[in-house]
């Protein structure tokens, strides 16, 4: 598991692009990390447009915008290259690829986030992907 986070808040894509609260994940050429920003979408005349980025081309624009929600989480666990090991009990809840896996049961579902709190929250690793040029918070 690379990463896990509580939903706070679902918005539209377009209020993300313009909402000044997340003008911060707009990549920016600063260092590695800021090129990783994720809001990269915004329109003009009604037509979306992408920002210029080094993770996501014309091959993602049209899977990236096809859902209208963004999910915005206060609390989440970055663990990248320090992933820990998965309990046995969590692993039918664990997503296997990128992307996000549902679940109703409300016991493991509480048994699951008890265990992540035992972990600091935040940037907890680098992604494998930036070679250790990217240090945690």
């Not at 003009?44 to 209208?68: A, C, P, R, T, V």
Request: aromatic content about 14%; glycine content about 6%.
């Amino acid at each position: 598991m690379i990463y896990a986070a509580i939903i706070s808040e679902v918005v539209t894509t377009e209020e993300y692009s313009i909402n000044p609260r997340f003008e911060v994940k707009k990549p920016k050429d600063t260092n590695a990390k800021t090129r990783r920003g994720d809001n990269i979408y915004y329109k003009i005349n009604n037509e979306w447009k992408q920002l210029e980025n080094n993770f996501h081309g014309e091959y993602e624009f049209e899977s990236d915008l096809s859902s209208e929600r963004i999910l915005i989480c206060d609390d989440f666990w970055y663990f990248g290259n320090q992933a820990p090991l998965i309990p046995q009990e969590f692993l039918g809840i664990i997503k296997e690829k990128q992307g996000i896996k549902y679940t109703d049961d409300k016991v493991v579902v509480n048994n699951f986030i008890a265990w992540l709190k035992t972990f600091k929250q935040g940037e907890l690793g680098s992604p494998s992907s930036l070679d250790n040029t990217f240090q945690a918070a």
